[in-house]
C-alpha cells in the first residue's frame, strides 16, 4: 500500500518509541518524513538508518533536533521540512515526557515540566503547523499523541493525565478553529506500549515506593488489557497512517483509543 506517498510529514518525538515506529510506518508507505527530537545525536541515527533503508525509493528522509516548547525551534524545524521537501502536509505532535511522583508530593517543577512539553508543545507545534498549511493553501492533518490517561486519572501521574486531557482539548479546539483552513486535526491514545519511556516510567515508579520490583507496574497496569497484552509501538502505526493518510480525510476532532480494549469509552 502506498496511502501517504508524497506526502510530506513531521513527527516529534521520533528518536525512539511510537514516535520512530510512526515515521518509518509513513516512509514505508511512500512518505516523505522529517524525524525530529530534541536529542540531536539519537535523532540523526535514525533519520541516517532509514535514509538508506530508502535508498533508491520516492520517499525522502531528514531531520531536525527541536525542543517543542521552544516556538523559534519549531518554525526552524518547519522551515527545514518545506525547504527539504517543498511542503508541509501532516504533523505529528507526538513528542512528550512523564516524571511520575506521589500526588501530595507533585511540585510546581514537575508540572511545569511536564505540562509545558506535553500541553504548551502541542499548542505551538500545532499553531505553527497551521500556519504553513494556510500559507499553502491547500489544507493538510494534524494529529496528536494522547493517552488513556487523558480519559481517566491515575495515581502518582497526574500531571501527566491532565497534560494529555489538554492534548484533547487542543484536539477539539483546533479541529474547530481550523476546519475553515481545510485541516483536519485528530488524535489518538495508547494504552501500555513497550517504549523506553515505560522503562524509565518503571524506574520512578520503583524510586517513589509505587512499586517493589522491575515490571510490576508495567504487569498491574496490563491486568486491564482485554487483548491480554502490552502493545508494541508497531501497534500504533496502522492507525496513525491511517491518520495521516486521505481515508480520514472527513475525520477531525476526534481522538482513537489503541489500548487492547483497557479503557472503554
Not at 54 to 83: K, L, N, P, S
Not at 188 to 210: C, H, K, N, R, Y
Not at 225 to 230: D, N, S, T
Request: glycine residues 10%; proline residues 2%.
Amino acid at each position: 500500500m502506498a496511502r501517504v506517498a508524497g506526502r510530506s510529514c513531521i513527527v516529534t518525538g521520533a528518536a525512539q518509541g511510537i514516535g520512530r515506529a510512526i515515521g518509518e510506518a509513513l516512509l514505508a508507505e511512500g512518505a516523505h518524513v522529517c524525524f525530529a527530537d530534541i536529542n540531536a545525536d539519537k535523532v540523526q541515527e535514525v533519520a541516517d538508518t532509514n535514509a538508506a533503508r530508502a535508498a533508491g525509493a520516492d520517499a525522502m528522509v531528514t531531520y531536525a533536533a527541536v525542543d517543542v516548547t521552544d516556538r523559534e525551534q519549531v518554525r526552524a524545524m518547519i522551515a527545514h521540512t518545506v525547504d527539504r521537501f517543498g511542503r508541509l502536509d501532516v504533523k505529528f505532535n507526538n513528542a512528550g515526557v512523564n516524571k511520575p511522583m506521589n500526588f501530595l508530593d507533585v511540585t510546581e517543577d514537575n508540572w511545569n515540566f511536564i505540562m509545558g512539553i506535553n500541553g504548551l508543545g502541542c499548542l505551538i507545534g500545532m499553531q505553527e503547523a497551521a500556519r504553513q498549511m494556510i500559507s499553502q493553501g491547500s489544507g493538510g492533518k494534524i494529529v496528536n499523541t494522547a493517552s488513556i490517561a487523558s480519559r481517566q486519572g491515575f495515581g502518582n501521574v497526574a500531571p501527566y493525565c491532565a497534560s494529555k486531557w489538554a492534548v484533547v482539548s487542543l484536539t477539539q479546539s483546533g479541529a474547530r478553529d481550523l476546519a475553515a483552513h481545510n485541516i483536519t486535526v485528530t488524535g489518538f491514545a495508547p494504552g501500555v506500549v513497550a517504549t523506553e519511556m515505560w522503562e524509565q516510567v518503571d524506574q520512578d515508579l520503583m524510586a517513589i515506593g509505587a512499586a517493589e520490583r522491575p515490571g510490576q507496574a508495567m504487569e498491574e497496569f496490563s491486568a486491564e488489557i482485554l487483548k491480554g497484552r502490552v502493545a508494541q509501538p508497531e501497534d500504533i502505526t496502522g492507525t496513525t497512517t491511517f491518520l495521516a493518510s486521505r481515508d480520514s480525510d472527513y475525520m477531525t476532532g476526534q481522538i482513537i483509543m489503541i489500548d487492547g480494549g483497557m479503557t472503554l469509552v
